[in-house]
Structure formats: C-alpha cells, structure tokens
C-alpha cells in the first residue's frame, strides 16, 4: 500500500483546500456559482486504471509540478468534450455550441488551465510553506486514459503497480459544465508531501513553549 | 461512420495484463502502451497483453506489463493450447507520444513499439498489422473467433481495421 487511511485523510484535506482555491478562480472567470465535491482519493492498481478514467473524448490540460518538490509530479485537467465549448463559450462570452474548437478555444483552455492550477498548486504549497508551480501547460484533445497511462509510464512513475488517484470534480451548474482536476504525484513527491503533512499536523497538536 | 458495438462479452485487458483466450478483448485508451496482440491462424484463438514498458529486466511479476516478457508468456500459452508459433500472427496498435516537451518523456511510446518488434523478431512472428506512433490515444478491440479481427478506434473517431 501506498497510504494508509491517515494518509489519505491529510491528502484529501490538502487536496480539498487547494481544489477551493481553483474553484474560485473559474467561479470569478465564468462569474457563476461552482459546485465542488469532496476529492476522491485511491490507491489502485494500474490494470484498473481504466474503471476510473475513460476513453471518452476530452479536452486535457497537463503542467507538471515544479518548485520546491522532486520532479515527475503532475496534474491534469480534464474537461469532457460536451463541456469545452460550454466552458470557452461562457469564458469568451459566445453562445453557439454547435461549432468546431478553433485557436481561440485551444488558447481558453490554456489560460483556464494555467490559473486554475497555479492557484491549485499555490494554496497547497502554502500549506505545506514551500513553493510549487506549475510547468508551462501541454493541452491535447484525446482520451483521458490514453494521458494518465501516459504519464504513470512516463520517467519520474517507471515501473510502479499502485497509483495514488487523486480527483476532485468542479462544475458550474448554470452552464451544465464539468472539470476534473487529477493529481498525479509520483512515489517519491507523494513520500515528500506525507511527510510535511505528518510533520504539519505534529507540530500543530503540540502546545505552544512556555519558555 | 459505422460505430463500434461493444460486446458485452468482451474482457478488458488493463495496463500490464494480458489474457489468451477466443472471447473478444479490447484495451481501452493506449497512449504510450501498445495493444499486442498474437493471433492464431486455426482455432479462433489468440492473446492480447497491454504492454506499458519496453523492457522487463529479469521481472517476472507482471509478463503482460514489459515488452519482452509480454511476447513470452503470449507465444507460451498459446503454445500450451496447441498452437505453434507458425501459426502465429501478430498485430499492434499504440505507442504514440501525447505529451511533448515534458521532461519525464522519453519517447516511450516509440521504444515500447521497437521492443515488442525486437521481441516478435526473436520469435519469427510475422507482424501481419501495426498502426503504432503518432500523438493520438487508441482503443483497440480484437476477436479472436472473427479471423483476428483487431479494430483501432483513435481519439478522433476513426476506425481502422488491422
């Protein structure tokens, strides 16, 4: 196992105030109310990958975590198809949602993914008192776990059997628009960040010196 | 365009497993990893094995998971149920590279396309069908009972037919 049920609970609450933080920033982007579910967090094997992310078509932004963290750390926001153009159309006031995605969307996308992340990343670093951000963002039209397979395959994950999922679903109900956030920590970031939480929640239950 | 429909008797095959058998499997979403699959000539049987990395060195835990072992143990069982290597065929899909640039990328879905070539080499399988590399994701589904029907469905939505 690669958490233990502790562990999961601090990752979650970590996880659950950073998912805010990018929750209000699309709320002040789309200048609407965002629903947020609590993240859900799993330890699977990589054979059930497929039963938590599917081949549908979506749109996929990728940063990978930077800062004071060991590399190979990252997240992933996924929109699905019949979201994109709601979520573009609502940022770049247009209404026609029988159209073709073009620059400007891809560009939306982009941008959308870049704040949102960064202020994922800047609330949970700020917890933790260190630093992280995110890479410049590679965006893909394609299937979800064509990416996430991807990227467990890619240099920092290597020959792992157990995945840590992380995802938190955000949606503007008004819209009818949907975003997961995925965080993809590899073993050795994931090993880092358990650590600070455990020293975080150490030195909170301990009382103040009386020096 | 014609749509796939999925038969609800078809066994999905996730990343690092491999089944041999004569129902229809499909392995959904291969970005970097390749959909292998070793068909048998006679007897409407044949493997398929996700293979995520190019090379096993020494580990046996998961065959399906590594290039090298993945063609093993295919070649293996179908050996075991009477088929020769002969009679085999191969045919591949996957290996593409979604995400540029990415420090961790390194082109592993072009080395997991030569290892398992490398490794069906060894074996004198003919590759009787690949659609390998790109930057798109792939579901591909094959039907051993069909004459080794493999279908590859990219992000896009076309189909072909290896």
Redesign the interface.
């Known amino acids: 196992m690669l958490l233990n049920s502790q562990q999961c609970d601090a990752l979650r609450e970590l996880g659950n105030i950073g998912a805010a933080h990018a929750a209000t920033t699309l709320s002040t982007m789309l200048m609407t109310n965002i629903e947020m579910d609590v993240p859900d967090i799993k330890v699977i094997?990589?054979?059930?990958?497929?039963q938590y992310?599917?081949?549908e078509?979506a749109a996929l932004v990728?940063f990978?975590i930077t800062g004071e963290v060991s590399?190979?750390g990252y997240v992933l926001l996924h929109i699905p198809k019949n979201s994109v153009i709601r979520l573009t159309n609502a940022m770049l006031g247009m209404t026609e949602q029988d159209r073709e995605l073009t620059e400007m969307d891809e560009s939306a996308l982009l941008e959308i993914g870049n704040i949102m992340v960064s202020a994922f990343l800047d609330a949970t670093a700020g917890l933790l008192n260190i630093i992280m951000l995110p890479?410049p963002p590679?965006l893909?039209?394609?299937?979800?776990?064509?990416?996430?397979?991807?990227?467990?395959?890619?240099?920092?994950?290597?020959?792992i059997?157990e995945v840590v999922l992380f995802r938190t679903e955000l949606r503007s109900d008004q819209h009818k628009i949907i975003n997961n956030l995925f965080l993809l920590p590899n073993e050795p970031m994931l090993d880092e960040i358990v650590t600070m939480l455990e020293n975080l929640l150490t030195t909170a239950s301990e009382s103040p010196g009386t020096s | 365009m014609s749509k796939e429909q999925p038969d609800p008797q078809t066994v999905i095959i996730g990343i690092g497993e491999f089944l041999v058998g004569k129902l229809p499997m499909s392995s959904i979403g291969l970005g970097s990893c390749i959909g292998l699959v070793l068909h048998s000539r006679t007897g409407g049987i044949g493997g398929m094995a996700h293979v995520m990395l190019p090379d096993s060195q020494g580990r046996e835990d998961r065959p399906g998971k590594f290039a090298d072992t993945a063609v093993e143990i295919l070649v293996s069982e179908l050996s075991a149920a009477g088929c020769r290597p002969s009679q085999m065929v191969a045919k591949i899909a996957g290996g593409a590279s979604m995400f540029k640039g990415f420090s961790g990328n390194l082109n592993i879905g072009e080395r997991n396309t030569e290892a398992v070539l490398v490794a069906l080499k060894g074996k004198n399988i003919e590759v009787a069908g690949k659609d390998v590399g790109g930057t798109m994701g792939r579901t591909v589904t094959y039907y051993p009972a069909l004459g080794g029907r493999m279908v590859v469905r990219s992000a896009d939505g076309t189909l072909k037919e290896l």
């Open positions: 094997d990589i054979s059930q990958v497929h992310v599917s081949d078509l990728l990978e590399g190979g890479s590679s893909t039209i394609d299937m979800p776990h064509a990416a996430v397979q991807s990227i467990l395959a890619s240099e920092g994950f290597m020959d059997n």
